[in-house]
């Protein structure tokens, strides 16, 4: 078991939530893309963000491809408003 899964098995259930049902693969990726194509602060911030979207009956799957695919395109200099 790695440490992740090991951190998880206890997390999971410490809230309620079958460590199975966790898609940490998922969101990895996506606090990588956050991070590397962003800013790094966005990352944790972001997997918040996807969490409550999952709260409110999105698909993690797909919320999470298009989260991936928004950073993925985000530009070097950002506008500003």
Request: charged share 15%.
């Amino acid at each position: 078991m790695t440490d992740l899964q090991a951190w998880l098995a206890a997390a999971g259930p410490a809230v309620g939530v079958d460590p199975a049902e966790i898609p940490s693969g998922l969101v990895l990726d996506l606090a990588r893309d956050v991070a590397h194509g962003v800013v790094r602060p966005g990352a944790p911030v972001t997997a918040y963000l996807l969490g409550l979207a999952v709260g409110r009956g999105a698909d993690p799957s797909v919320a999470a491809a298009r989260l991936s695919e928004l950073a993925l395109s985000w530009p070097a200099e950002p506008p500003i408003p």
